[in-house]
């Protein structure tokens, strides 16, 4: 294998994380649009109101979140990045052993909404609480005592989890289970 070719799980992983969270109309590329609803989709789940603070942050970030991954990843730059251009960009990463400037603050605003309380922590609830729009309650409540063995994950784990899901070719990291239990784990 190339230096900068994914294999076949972490494949599978990143696509799953496309599809999941990025292509929020299921068209199978990334554009603003698909920004413009997980606007709309976060708030809703978290009960932040149009005109409130919450929901203008909200906006920044993935406005923010959006322009980076643009910029990085929309290599024939036609406004949207494609499955093929997302997995060129993991390979660049995973390769550079660097996470762009986007993703880390993308992986800021994930933490900041799931930690609905604001107590620096996530716990099994608000996993549940934001991830179960995506994927089914059970897949939830499985997915987080596999990563946290039931503790509730601050910041630094997080951060180390996310890392894990993105860079880690190990089918028994604990990242693995960041976005929902991964079905290609029996593969």
């Known amino acids: 294998m190339a230096?900068?070719?994914?294999?076949?799980?972490q494949?599978?992983?990143?696509?799953?994380?496309?599809?999941?969270?990025?292509?929020?109309?299921?068209?199978?590329?990334?554009?603003?649009?698909?920004?413009?609803?997980?606007?709309?989709?976060?708030?809703?789940?978290?009960?932040?109101?149009?005109?409130?603070?919450?929901?203008?942050?909200?906006?920044?970030?993935l406005g923010l979140i959006w322009t980076g991954l643009k910029t990085y990843a929309d290599v024939n730059a036609d406004g949207r990045v494609s499955k093929d251009e997302w997995i060129c960009m993991w390979e660049d990463c995973i390769r550079s052993n660097t996470v762009p400037e986007w993703q880390e603050k993308f992986m800021e605003f994930m933490f900041n909404v799931n930690d609905k309380s604001g107590d620096k922590e996530i716990d099994a609830k608000e996993y549940e609480t934001y991830y179960s729009n995506y994927i089914s309650v059970e897949e939830c409540r499985m997915a987080?005592?596999?990563?946290?063995?039931?503790?509730?994950?601050?910041?630094s784990e997080f951060r180390k989890l996310w890392k894990e899901y993105f860079f880690s070719d190990d089918r028994e990291a604990k990242g693995n289970y960041l976005f929902g239990v991964p079905d290609f784990l029996a593969e």
């Open 3 to 9: 230096d900068s070719e994914l294999t076949k799980f």
């Open 11 to 61: 494949k599978a992983k990143i696509l799953r994380v496309f599809n999941i969270l990025y292509d929020s109309n299921k068209d199978g590329y990334i554009e603003e649009k698909d920004f413009t609803l997980a606007i709309e989709k976060v708030c809703l789940i978290l009960e932040w109101p149009e005109n409130s603070e919450k929901h203008r942050e909200t906006e920044e970030a």
């Open 144 to 155: 987080f005592h596999k990563m946290s063995g039931g503790e509730n994950i601050s910041r």
